[in-house]
């Protein structure tokens, strides 16, 4: 199975500055890839996802990521960050042959306004 | 259109006594998964369904958890005998199924359990 690993656990930017969340998985074959963010008291929520096509997705509220099949990689960004964006965020792996879905441990984003 | 519906939101138990979870995934879902969610940690998948048969449960600690997908539709996990360290949020969420563009997983709000 694939496994997942997010490099942040705990993340606290002022309002207005930049957002790079690092995710990483192993897993050798093709692959669905989620960000889903959970806010404080809410259940998870999709923020974007990618199934093929251009590697660079954009997703709600400003979030993208990059999807780097080389490295592995599905990294999130947003170019400036509001306090509202405070919440936990994850990264998830679908592996396409069995529809497998596997979390990252998350990263906790705090944002000071 | 209706989300995933989980049951109770809560519930407090003593170890060694049983629970069980329900789960009505959204209307036409195939796959069902459930997860523990253990604080400040990432979801841990516990069992994968599609339709009613189980495709994954290689994380699931089979000598006290149970889950059954009945007709391919609701689902109930069940916990018995209850341990302290099963104390977590577990989430349950579903998919269309296998192909790209239906693998996004719907959650619903989850049932915090806590063992004492």
């Known amino acids: 199975a694939q496994s997942v690993s997010q490099h942040n656990h705990h993340v606290i930017l002022s309002e207005a500055a930049s957002l790079e969340l690092g995710c990483n998985y192993s897993?050798?074959?093709?692959?669905?890839l989620f960000w889903y963010v959970q806010y404080p008291g809410q259940h998870l929520q999709l923020l974007l996802k990618?199934?093929?096509?251009?590697?660079l997705v954009k997703g709600i509220k400003g979030f993208e990521a990059e999807f780097i099949k080389s490295k592995f990689s599905f990294n999130l960004r947003k170019p400036s960050v509001q306090w509202s964006d405070t919440a936990e965020y994850f990264c998830?792996?679908?592996?396409?042959?069995?529809?497998?879905?596997?979390f990252g441990a998350g990263t906790r984003l705090t944002v000071k306004p | 259109e209706a989300g995933v519906a989980q049951s109770p939101r809560y519930k407090i138990i003593e170890k060694r006594q049983s629970v069980a979870f329900w789960c009505n995934p959204i209307?036409?879902?195939?796959?069902l998964y459930w997860y523990q969610q253990i604080l400040g940690q990432g979801p841990k998948l516990l069992i994968q369904?599609?339709?009613?048969?189980?495709v994954d449960d290689s994380q699931l600690p089979k000598d006290r958890f149970s889950a059954e997908r009945l007709k391919g539709v609701d689902s109930t996990l069940k916990i018995q005998p209850a341990k302290l360290e099963d104390s977590a949020v577990y989430l349950c969420?579903?998919?269309?199924?296998w192909g790209i563009g239906n693998t996004e997983a719907f959650f619903g709000q989850g049932t915090r359990l806590t063992v004492v």
């Open positions: 969420a579903s998919s269309l199924g």
């Open positions: 897993y050798g074959g093709t692959v669905n």
């Open positions: 990618y199934f093929s096509g251009d590697p």
């Open positions: 998830a792996v679908n592996a396409y042959n069995n529809n497998d879905m596997r």
């Open positions: 209307s036409g879902h195939a796959t």
């Open positions: 369904f599609q339709n009613n048969g189980v």
